[in-house]
């Protein structure tokens, strides 16, 4: 599990809290998956358009493996694709969060999946942030590696946004597609 973090500035704009949220910026706050959150993850990884660049839209059962595995992984790792939330409305926005990627060499990937009615407001900029600011001050993470499905136009410009650089294309399993695949080294 995710230790209680110390109160803390991890840049101007994201702050590690002690309260519901380990983690928050202006707007979003950060959790960790529960048992009880089968239903937002039904919302989001269920959705046909949110799911269809990643290897859906996932039925009730897939989506159910999904939310074990990422609680699995925090367990293991420490880390997860974390729920997000509007601070204002409290709304579920989607999720955004590392797996180890290259944990030897403490490069982690990143991953974010942003409800639809949420899209086109910067959400999926300012929680990739602060994933990336975290992974930095309380990973000492020295890259971060992410990859899209080539069709999803909107993910090849946030990691452009967010200073990723292309390295190769990658078959990803999930979807059979070629992804390009980024790093973003902090180091």
Not at 132 to 154: F, G, M, R, T, W
Request: charged fraction near 25%.
């Amino acid at each position: 599990m995710i230790a209680e973090p110390a109160y803390g500035t991890l840049d101007k704009n994201t702050t590690i809290v002690s309260e519901n949220y380990f983690l928050k910026t202006d707007r979003i706050g950060f959790r960790s998956w529960t048992l009880d959150d089968i239903e937002l993850a039904i919302d989001l990884w269920g959705d046909a358009e949110v799911a269809k660049f990643i290897g859906g839209p996932f039925s009730n059962s897939q989506v159910q493996r999904k939310l074990s595995t990422e609680r699995a992984i925090l367990r293991l790792y420490n880390m997860q694709y974390w729920p997000i939330f509007d601070l204002a409305s409290g709304d579920h926005i989607g999720c955004c969060g590392l797996r180890p990627y290259k944990p030897e060499e403490k490069i982690y990937e990143i991953e974010s999946h942003i409800r639809k009615e949420f899209w086109g407001k910067g959400y999926g900029h300012e929680s990739a942030k602060a994933v990336i600011a975290y992974a930095e001050k309380k990973l000492d993470a020295k890259a971060i590696y992410a990859s899209h499905n080539p069709a999803n136009v909107h993910s090849k410009a946030l990691l452009e946004k967010l200073g990723f650089q292309y390295t190769h294309d990658a078959i990803y399993e999930p979807t059979g597609v070629s992804h390009a695949s980024y790093l973003l080294n902090l180091a």
